[in-house]
């Protein structure tokens, strides 16, 4: 697998992350080595194996809908950088 | 009687016999804090006042405490959410946001009678293998200074070591509970997925991260286990018990007797040796520790089983490109708005976001997130990911084959022992590869356990893994038991950090 400096910037941009001019190199280099690595998989024989994503058979985990007391606000808003009292503050988002 | 000495059960004996009062206790263990963990950077937040509040209000209860660890002082991993105490994950970001509430885990300690000392050292957001990741500096192996304590859950394991408190809740998702007590030279243990409630745990890989204990032995394993094991509705994965009345497809599990299981008697046992966990690649010495091991085991009556494991190579490839997936989607709720930190400059909301997440994370975490975010991207998604999760499914089966043919599985925890301080940092992809024994319980949703039996050349702890079938824990801990019957490697303890 080829990875780009261009490719990185891509995934920074998609994880919200910016890749520093000083560090592209490295990253770029480190994600080309450990994917390389990762390319072992291709001699594991995996026709016709179903992807498991959860070991157990458990499937349909419904609970009953109640009415039950939640978080006060207040308690959740004090862990926020920016709270008003009401609502997270963040920079203006329409114009 | 030297506090320090004593398993954690047994000092929850002397404290219900009224021999040792549970201030005393974690006075004594605040002591040792302040003593040492100047040298171990064990904590991240040590909650001295809070500590001695509870243990006063414990010990009016001693008489009724139905927990054989109640008043016992100990410490959780700071990926715990705890109400009111700073939770950072060792992480920037998170900046000192105390959660609203506390994790299951942390409830049902509580409820057992548990004093907190405080939150643990650990990688960032459990990202690494050698506790060197996190924001505030690195934990220390106290058996050599100059050495990492193993990671993610290096300050539990250097602090439950070095006599900071009786035992430590950990999480592990790729062996951050295991690969950390054999580094520090205790006893830890992984629980079968879905036992522990993962409510509160601040998340890494949703569907590899489990809780559990990081003890003396293995009898104090079982008793913390018994105490954290246990439905939790709010997780949805955790899996119902014999009584439950909640039942649809799936497995049930008979919580709650791992402690009276204990007898020793492993008679018969068949133990499992992967003979490709002992090939190239491992030390020497712990190669030689791993098979004494085996022969105490074969001398208290089981019967070692030579078996090949030939899936073993793909394991850390799996395991690294399903855990950073599941990261790079579970941190994406790390964005200056909700909770900790946010970037002082910034211009606008997608900026915000983008500063605050650069400047919070370190780059072990932003490294796991873009490969995570590459695994799952459009064109790379069949080849990685899903690759990922068919090799999972062939891993699980190797383990479901070994099963038939053996009890147990016996294997080291890693392939040396504790690394020196630094050396893992500059070289990811070792760092990875050293998690080849540990990653594939994970993917399998297995129960394994770590226990000391042995030290290097140059005395540093050596840990066994004990592998385990679906719900084997008791299994696991009678062996380990047995096997500490016959030892005292687990009775050693370390100097790093004494005052001199």
Not at chain 2, 93 to 117: C, K, M, N, Q, T
Not at chain 2, 132 to 161: C, I, K, M, Q
Not at chain 2, 262 to 288: K, Y
Not at chain 2, 467 to 474: A, C, D, S
Request: proline fraction near 6%; include cysteine; charge should be negative.
């Amino acid at each position: 697998m080829n990875i780009t400096a261009e490719l990185v910037d891509y995934l920074a941009g998609l994880s919200r992350l910016e890749v520093q001019e000083g560090d592209r190199q490295a990253m770029t280099a480190e994600l080309e080595r450990i994917l390389a690595y990762m390319d072992v998989l291709e001699r594991l024989d995996t026709q016709g194996v179903e992807p498991m994503s959860h070991v157990f058979p458990v499937k349909n985990v419904l609970r009953e809908d109640e009415v039950i007391p939640s978080q006060a606000r207040e308690e959740l808003l004090a862990g926020s950088p920016a709270p008003d009292g009401e609502a997270f503050l963040v920079p203006k988002t329409v114009e | 009687m030297v506090l320090r000495e004593l398993t954690a059960l047994e000092l929850g004996g002397a404290i219900k016999r009224g021999q040792v009062s549970i201030v005393e206790a974690a006075q004594a263990a605040l002591d040792a804090v302040a003593a040492r963990d100047g040298a171990l950077n064990a904590f991240i937040t040590v909650t001295g006042e809070r500590a001695l509040e509870r243990a006063q209000q414990l010990q009016a209860g001693v008489k009724d405490a139905d927990s054989p660890l109640y008043g016992v002082p100990m410490a959780l991993k700071d990926n715990l959410c705890t109400r009111g105490v700073k939770t950072s994950c060792a992480s920037k970001i998170l900046g000192d946001f105390a959660p609203p509430y506390d994790a299951g885990a942390v409830e049902r300690l509580a409820r057992a009678g548990a004093v907190s000392l405080g939150k643990l050292n650990m990688d960032e957001f459990a990202m690494g293998s050698t506790s060197e990741t996190s924001f505030y500096g690195p934990a220390r192996n106290p058996w050599d200074l100059d050495r990492a304590p193993g990671g993610s859950s290096g300050g539990a394991a250097a602090a439950v070591a070095a006599g900071l408190g009786w035992y430590a809740i950990g999480s592990d998702t790729g062996g951050s509970i295991r690969q950390p007590a054999s580094f520090c030279g205790v006893t830890g243990i992984k629980p079968t997925y879905g036992t522990v409630s993962r409510y509160g745990l601040i998340a890494y890989a949703s569907s590899l991260d489990q809780i559990g204990p990081l003890c003396r032995d293995a009898a104090d394993c079982a008793a913390v286990l018994d105490v954290l094991m246990g439905r939790d509705p709010r997780d949805a994965t955790s899996l119902p018990g014999l009584r439950d009345s909640w039942s649809d497809s799936g497995p049930r599990v008979d919580y709650g007797h791992l402690l009276d299981g204990l007898t020793g008697d492993i008679r018969g046992r068949r133990i499992g040796l992967p003979t490709d966990c002992f090939g190239d690649g491992l030390d020497g010495a712990v190669r030689a520790a791993v098979m004494q091991a085996a022969e105490v085991l074969k001398g208290r009556g089981a019967e070692l089983v030579e078996l090949s494991f030939p899936v073993l190579p793909y394991a850390v490839p799996a395991y690294y490109i399903i855990a950073c997936a599941e990261a790079s989607s579970n941190l994406s709720r790390f964005d200056g708005v909700k909770y900790g930190w946010r970037a002082e400059k910034y211009d606008g909301l997608a900026d915000l976001y983008r500063k605050t997440r650069t400047q919070g994370f370190g780059p072990e975490v932003k490294r796991r997130i873009l490969l995570g975010t590459f695994v799952l991207s459009s064109g790379y998604y069949d080849a990685y990911y899903k690759k990922a999760l068919q090799a999972k499914a062939v891993i699980k089966a190797a383990f479901d084959g070994a099963f038939q043919r053996c009890d147990l599985l016996l294997t080291p925890v890693a392939p040396t022992t504790a690394p020196r301080l630094g050396e893992s940092l500059s070289d990811p992809l070792k760092m990875y590869l050293s998690d080849i024994y540990t990653v594939s319980v994970n993917l399998a949703g297995l129960p394994a356990l770590s226990m000391p039996c042995g030290f290097d050349g140059k005395g540093l702890p050596i840990g066994a893994q004990l592998i385990g079938p679906h719900f084997g824990e008791g299994a696991i801990l009678n062996a380990a038991h047995a096997f500490q019957l016959e030892t005292d490697w687990h009775k050693r303890t370390p100097k790093g950090g004494d005052p001199a």
